[in-house]
């Protein structure tokens, strides 16, 4: 869930209307808010099962309610729907004319994401360099990589991460024809006025707002390995288009998913745990605080000798 979830606008938690809520609506509800999906739609499902009782749809709304005062979901909408007999899934139920809201199937096609992006701090991590070689292009150097933050314009004055140095961009062009303007999540091909050494893992940002700079890292981890991580383990770490070896310095907490405590003084994250660690990686990273910016916000964990993805993090 956590891989979905991590490039999702939106989050639909199923409930059984027999059962109420259960671990495992705590469970992925806290993942979804984990990992800053911005909608959720809670359905309440099988209410075939429960004589499409108004009542225990509106015990269910309060019980998630209460526990969603500690999530951090922007906009959580519940719909009471029988998949089976296919209530308010396409077509609005006759069953439950209570219910007053619109449709499964409505809400996903209205719901409102192209604000969900951060188009404020431009953020554009280099995936490739292209250098043609051919005889009309001899001097052509183009950076192509998928646009993670705000707005990119020809004449923009730029800075690459880590020279420093600035320059204006060129030209923008996607699938082969030059644009006016790009933004996240599009994958451009960029060029610049001047002639820079720039790479693979490299960035460009605008020439005063800069992301964050540094090695030592505090990162909330969801583990996926059946080994668990301890402190002072060595491990991979990608982030956007970078990659390098990182070192696990210190277990902070772990958390505990039915009632979101903190589980403190642990020797060990185990597998499907979401805990805290701080790392420390072999080159500084250029990242933004997750709730930031949840591109260059996150990271992956890879194990060293396997090549294995072993943790999905967010930084603090």
Known sequence: ???????????????????????????????????????????VNKMDLVDYSEEVYNKIVADFKAFATKLDISDIQFIPISALAGDNVVNKSENMDWYKG?????????????????????RFPIQSVIRPHTLENQDFRGFAGRIDGGIFKPGDK?????????????????????IAEAYAPMSVTMTLEDEIDTSRGDMIVRENNVPEVGQDLE???????????????????????NECMAMVKELKYKVDINTLHRIENIDKIAMNDIGRISI?????????????????GSLIIIDEQTNETIGAGMII
């Open 1 to 43: 869930m956590v891989t979905g979830a991590s490039t999702a606008n939106l989050a639909i938690i199923l409930i059984d209307a027999r059962k109420g809520m259960l671990e495992q609506t705590h469970r992925h509800s806290f993942i979804a808010s984990l990992l800053r999906i911005p909608h959720a739609i809670v359905c």
């Open 102 to 122: 619109s449709t499964m199937m409505y809400h996903l096609e209205t719901v409102h994401i192209s604000s969900d992006y951060n188009h404020v701090d431009c």
């Open 158 to 178: 730029v800075k690459t991460l880590p020279s420093g140095f600035v320059s204006t961009i060129k030209t923008i062009e996607l699938n082969g024809e030059h």
């Open 219 to 241: 990162v909330l981890v969801t583990w996926m390995s059946s080994n668990p991580i301890q402190a002072r383990t060595k491990v991979v770490v990608k982030h956007t288009t």
């Open 280 to 296: 420390r990686t072999s080159k500084p990273l250029f990242y933004d605080a997750y709730k930031k910016n949840r591109q260059t």
